[in-house]
């Protein structure tokens, strides 16, 4: 079966590989949540620090290495470094179960970092050097449900293990052995993109591109990733501030449904943006400003759950765009370095969020389990305006693609 790319077909075992390596962006760190209590009887001896850094160390990880693997993808050959990186990161995924050391965990956790920075790029990387157009923008949509839907299920999954043995968590990272046999499937030299008919005023020329990093990009996914982490990050507290509803697994349910509702724009994103046009991006931040407001209000499960689908579904709809806006910013030769510039944002605002956070806290002398949410939705309100009167621009407007 043949997949149309906007300037021929691919197979559709390559298109599963790339769907694949969509997969495994989503699982570095997720096994270690469900378990983190168990750990610390476990490990009786071991500091906060040296248990949270297992769930953290590999965010910390990717950040070079995805930078290293997108400049390494414009001198040597994308597949060696995807199978490379998928090698580690599956090599990982065997070892992990059978560790029962907190030093050799910590270091298998870097090197599982290692290895899915050297994976993530290629997530959409691949996708920019075999699609265009509109072709490019559905399947970089798909990608990101695929990564957002992957981390719902895999999570869930390594929570129902991980109450049989804690080891047994890790074995989610096994999902890359899939990938790793996808990989060795995909053609060594991608197919070069045709050229984009554009405007002058639109089109990147080689000198202008080749140098420049997409900084305003890179700025708008790290500072909508830092909007939306409030969810995940501060739920659990603000929910022992409800009456009835201090459950962690109300929480837990509520993140869930939080990362199943950034699935559902991506498999329509170009029907999104054939409807709202130029507001797109506006709207999806009034869904994400909007979202944090019902959370302000604090009315009760039902509004909650609606902001935070809300939040979802605004997020689900910027992510793909913004990658789609990178493909097509830059010269394609350097499509998966741009990619891994903005991608590497995620993991930015990861590891910047909680500092920030309890810096301005501290700062205000607030209250931790609202302050979050209302300085998300006092930024998310503030940028939704700024996005009405800059709905134009490069980083903010739509283009429309045939």
């Known amino acids: 079966m043949k997949i149309q790319t906007g300037h021929g077909t691919i197979t559709l075992t390559a298109l599963l590989a790339i769907y694949s390596i969509s997969m495994v962006t989503s699982l570095p760190g997720l096994a270690i949540s469900p378990i983190l209590g168990d750990l610390e009887h476990i490990f009786k001896g071991a500091s906060d620090l040296e248990l949270q850094m297992l769930e953290s160390l590999p965010s910390f990880i990717i950040v070079p290495f995805i930078l290293l693997a997108g400049r390494l993808s414009l001198h040597v050959n994308k597949k060696r470094i995807l199978i490379i990186g998928l ?33 993530i790029p290629f997530s959409t990387g691949l996708i920019a050097d075999n699609f265009s157009k509109r072709y490019r ?28 043995n804690w080891h047994y968590a890790f074995l989610v990272y096994c999902l890359s052995g899939i990938s790793l046999l996808f990989a060795f499937k995909l053609d060594s030299t991608p197919r070069t993109v045709a050229p984009q008919t554009t405007t002058a005023s639109t089109t990147p020329s080689a000198s202008s591109t080749k140098h ?10 790290y500072f909508i990733t830092f909007l939306v982490l409030t969810v995940p990050f501060n739920l659990s507290i603000y929910m022992e501030t409800m009456k009835h509803y201090k459950d962690p697994d109300i929480a837990g349910t509520l993140i869930s449904v939080f990362f199943l509702a950034m699935t559902i724009p991506g498999f329509f994103i170009n029907n999104i943006i054939s409807v709202l046009k130029t507001y797109t991006n506006f709207i999806a931040l009034c869904a994400i400003a909007v979202g944090f407001i019902l959370f302000i209000l604090k009315a009760g499960p039902v509004i909650l759950t609606i902001g935070i689908i809300l939040i979802g579904l605004g997020y689900g709809a910027m992510q793909p765009i913004i990658y789609d806006k990178t493909s097509s910013s830059t010269v394609e030769s350097h499509a998966t370095f741009a990619l891994a510039l903005v991608m590497s944002m995620n993991y930015v605002a990861i590891i910047t969020y909680p500092f920030i956070t309890q810096w301005l806290q501290d700062l205000f ?11 998300s939705m006092i930024l998310g309100g503030a940028f939704a305006v700024y996005a009405y009167f800059r709905r134009n621009s490069a980083a903010l407007g739509m283009q429309t693609q045939s």
């Open 137 to 164: 923008t559905r399947q970089l949509g798909i990608a990101s449900s695929i990564a957002n839907l992957t981390l719902v299920l895999a999570t869930f999954l390594a929570g129902v293990l991980a109450d049989i």
């Open 365 to 375: 002398s607030t209250d931790a389990s609202y302050f979050p949410f209302l300085l």
């Open 212 to 221: 420049n990093w997409p900084v305003s990009l890179m700025l708008l996914y």
């Open 87 to 119: 090698a580690i990161f599956f090599g990982c995924s065997v070892v992990y179960p059978f560790s029962n050391s907190l030093a050799l965990l910590l270091v298998i956790s870097a090197l599982l970092g290692i290895g899915a920075g050297m994976i």
